[in-house]
DNA sequence: AATGAATGAGCATTCATTCAT
DNA sequence: CATGAATGAATGCTCATTCAT
């Protein structure tokens, strides 16, 4: 239908222009200009510059926890979902450095609305490292001290620095399948019973 | 001596307000109120806003960057350094979360001034980690494999994000101390030869 | 005919939109919801906004110069012709709050094409009264120094002011027939040769 | 002092700009030039463009209340008293068309704010004539049957109406002084006791 | 050095109007 | 005739920065 392919070119827009300027340094005619169409036809589609952004999140996030929730539903060992979902991780940075800029830098923008936001749909994808922490914990896989929350953060602080590497460089400075099984071993190393 | 101490006041002050409101959303005025000092006067210190946040993490990381440095120069096993240099950054940022919010959310603006800037100080502080892990390879501590620079980022990426999960909640979620320990060993487990 | 008939229910939405909103603040697509058409139909009727409040001053004053013509058309004293005509405007204005707020408050707007618009059809309405007096002079009822046309402006400025009393406030402040027999008076009082 | 002298221009040239133009057709940047200030000076001084529109009415009807308050103290006879504030309104109004203009176009304006402005400080000025009329009846001399406040309306709706034709007309249509007391005979005529 | 009143460039948002269907 | 999605000109307001005192 149209109406939904504009909001596709808007949001598509606005992912490049806010991964190029930041999200307060960008202006919503140029994400106009981009998309081809009108600035008032943003406000058709979009409460307002915050909801465009918050709108990219959700969209952005859906699709990678939609795909990597895919993407391990059929390995049944903890340590081979572990390092899959850094190599997802890591693959769709690689692959989107528009959204990977967007993601890290704008993550961390401080607005109280985005920090609610952020208590909804970015724990959500934290969660799915969790929940392989505890299953394999329940298993007698992993080691029963470790905090499931405190090791999925520390995980996705490790892919998110490494897309930062990724992305600010202009050279590529890994591949990331190999870094992938690297981080996901890392921390196997330290999460199995020995 | 008097300039000296103005320009300190100012710092704190921006400290403050950056940490609550975010670099765009923070006032100069603000800034100036909270200092004791008129809008103007920032000016006599400051080139322009951007460079309040620039001398704020100058100021912060060589403070951060001597003090690690410090810790860890007697400490001759290179595994010790690196649980000693998560306990600091942790540490650090339990003692003063305004910085740890103004490091973590500001430094991934994504200006190309802060590119840049971050090129220079920012490395400076994963370089004594990429040191470390360089160490202990030359000693046949560490596997030899692992690039310095990757197992820098993995290892500064989880202290980052366990710094926004410690800011961002209310109550506490963890004991550094503990937690470092973990994260330092949880890499070592991986670093280290069998 | 069925254009005639949206031609009413857009002058009628109109009527209630200006009326609870203001004309600067009220919303052509507004005026198309409550009439139920699309905005664009609106411009088939009208030329753009200014016109719709042309076009109700247009409806709603022909009819009620055409009203009061036919109510005071029979009346041979010119002091009786007075009273009436207050009667009429107050028991209209009372029956039609919607219509008393647009002319009242929209009737001083001062866009220049307003202004020429008053210069027209608002002059036919104080006219009629001016008109009244002229005739009362003409047979030697009324003191013949008094101007018509002042009298007729003192005359309805009375009756404007009075309603704009009756509508603004939400209890009932007067009965509009006693009122308009008193007004009638007062200045009859002071036109009627002793 | 300098604030207050800057305060006053902007006052001065919103009236004009407000009484060539209409308040929504009136651009703050006009005001500010006329004002001879920039664009931002303006919201040192007022919060926004209604708050200059609110300032002026309370500024001018504050000064036209005190001066007829002034000018009818010393007068014992309530009819005198009458007369003499209908005279002062008109000469006013003749001497300041922008003061009139604005009065009476923007008056009527049904922001929500407005009408709450208008239930304070116009009020007030209506209540001069009610406590006058109030005054003459329990002297004897006014009717009693005749309630204050419908003519005060009434009063003052003739003279705003009058102004309204003084202002709207380029030639002059009659003398202030002459009308005034025409206005304020023919109530008399219908207030006074025979 | 310090002040803070003044500046004015810059931008998000609105909404009357159009026109392809 | 009717629609309503799309347009884009227009403007109130903010705030970093300056400079006369």
């Known amino acids: 239908m149209r109406g939904e392919e504009k909001y596709r070119m808007i949001l598509n827009a606005a992912k490049h222009v806010f991964a190029m300027e930041g999200f307060y340094n960008s202006k919503v005619s140029e ?9 008032g036809t943003i406000y058709l589609y979009f409460k307002n510059k915050d ?35 850094c190599d997802n991780h890591l693959t769709i940075v690689e692959s989107d450095r528009d959204l990977a800029e967007v993601i890290q830098v704008e993550l961390r923008q401080s607005n109280k ?16 490292i ?16 470790l905090k499931p929350d405190i090791c999925a953060r520390v995980i996705f602080g490790s ?3 490494l897309s930062t590497y990724l992305v600010t460089s202009r050279r590529k400075r890994f591949d990331v399948h190999e870094v992938a099984v690297l981080v996901g071993n890392s921390f ?3 999460l199995v019973k020995k």
Do not use: C, W
Not at 130 to 145: P, V
């Open 159 to 161: 892919l998110d620095e």
């Open 31 to 39: 994400i106009a200009r981009e998309a081809h169409v009108a600035d």
């Open 51 to 85: 909801d465009i952004l918050i709108s990219l999140f959700e969209e952005e996030l859906n699709g990678i926890i939609t795909s990597v929730k895919e993407k391990i539903k059929d390995i049944t060992d903890p340590r081979e979902k572990i390092i899959k979902f």
């Open 113 to 128: 609305f985005m920090r609610e936001y952020k208590n909804k749909h970015f724990l959500a994808y934290l969660n799915i």
């Open 130 to 145: 969790a929940d392989i922490i505890s299953q394999g914990q329940e298993e007698g896989i992993f080691r029963d001290h």
């Open 188 to 190: 196997l190393d330290g």
